[in-house]
């Protein structure tokens, strides 16, 4: 659970500038601020429910993003390259742009 919890923080990191303002405020305000889906439902005056299916779809989102564009897999690649560390930071910044 805490290995797909960091795995979907990781990928919000790389493709949160895709979703809705909506979508990023239930995701930050679940994994960054550790508010429960009853807090979010009450702040957003939505049902439970509404919350959970947001959140899910995001992580949904996420996944498939990251299943066509390949960005994190990228990066993890690069990050093994036997080059200088400089040069990996550059290379993983140029593509997270």
Do not use: P
């Amino acid at each position: 659970m805490i290995e797909k919890r960091e795995e979907l923080i990781e990928l919000y990191d790389l493709y949160c500038s895709l979703l809705t303002d909506k979508q990023k405020n239930y995701f930050e305000e679940y994994y960054f601020l550790d508010l429960s889906i009853s807090e979010i439902a009450i702040n957003h005056e939505i049902s439970r429910n509404g919350v959970f299916d947001q959140i899910k779809r995001v992580s949904i989102l996420l996944m498939d993003y990251e299943e066509k564009l390949k960005l994190k897999s990228k990066i993890d690649q690069i990050a093994q390259l036997q080059i200088k560390d400089e040069i990996k930071e550059e290379v993983i910044n140029i593509l997270k742009e």
